[in-house]
């Protein structure tokens, strides 16, 4: 494997790093000292990782340095000064409605590329991952957990609501009720009650996070590239499809891996 980081002042400025090891990609939440927060200049170099990812990469793993994995929507953001070089939300709600909604369609933009595609996204999360943090966890496809790993959906107790399609994703995987239960006290889900959820795959001891987290994505690139990319579409969004539509995408999708198989040209 040709292991190395892409070198990238946006990314750099967004607090993220970029590893490329052939098929794998990772991306670095890499802003330790400030908690791993989410600037605007995070979400635009978030949104820009699918142009610097070459063809052959086929799973990103989502990880983070330090304690935590995200506290979530940087607060200064909040305060009148804002961070320097970047607009407050005093200045971004200062405009019209419709600008306002296109700064959170920026963001949202810059989540959706996770679940979207064909890419298989895996997120390793230790410490607390608040707000935002939680809802960049929610938009990977499979989750590894630390046990030390916990969620607060914090938009509520802020009087705001989670825009980055965190309550789809959160009421896909827990259900209606809970996901309403969750964002409305704003209270800490722990790796536990996560497992028990089905937040996660597997809840690990700390220092076992990265390894595991690797090792899943080793198996699932040591299967052929045509099925797990077709098994994710045909995942994403079965429990909006009735079982008739449901099985006419199964049939559709399985021709022509059948006829690649008899072949003898699955790759």
Not at 254 to 267: I, N
Request: proline share 5%; aromatic share 2%; with cysteine.
């Amino acid at each position: 494997m040709n292991h190395h980081v892409v070198e990238s002042d946006l990314l750099a400025a967004g607090g993220l790093r970029l590893e490329l090891d052939g098929a794998l990609a990772i991306v670095v939440l890499d802003r330790p000292e400030r908690r791993n927060a989410l600037s605007n200049t995070t979400f635009a170099a978030l949104g820009a990782i699918p142009e610097l990812l070459p063809p052959e990469v086929r799973v990103v793993l989502i990880r983070a340095e330090g304690a935590i994995f995200s506290a979530g929507l940087d607060l200064r953001l909040i305060k009148p000064e804002g961070i320097p070089g970047e607009k407050s939300l005093r200045d971004i709600t200062a405009g019209d409605d419709a600008a306002v909604a296109d700064w959170i369609a920026g963001i949202q933009h810059a989540f959706a590329w996770l679940r979207e595609g064909s890419l298989i996204t895996v997120a390793a999360v230790q410490g607390a991952a608040i707000g935002g943090g939680f809802q960049l966890a929610l938009s990977a496809d499979i989750r590894v957990l630390a046990t030390d790993a916990r969620f607060s959906m914090r938009e509520v107790a802020l009087g705001i609501i989670p825009d980055l399609l965190g309550s789809q994703n959160l009421s896909a995987l827990v259900g209606c009720s809970r996901a309403l239960e969750i964002c409305a006290t704003a209270r800490w889900v722990d790796a536990e009650e996560g497992m028990a959820l089905g937040l996660a795959t597997v809840v690990v001891p700390p220092e076992q996070l990265t390894d595991r987290a690797l090792e899943l994505c080793a198996a699932i690139l040591a299967n052929p590239p045509a099925a797990v990319s077709a098994v994710k579409q045909l995942v994403r969004g079965a429990d909006q499809r009735d079982p008739a539509a449901q099985a006419a995408l199964e049939r559709t999708t399985q021709v022509p891996l059948l006829r690649a198989l008899t072949a003898g040209q699955l790759s």
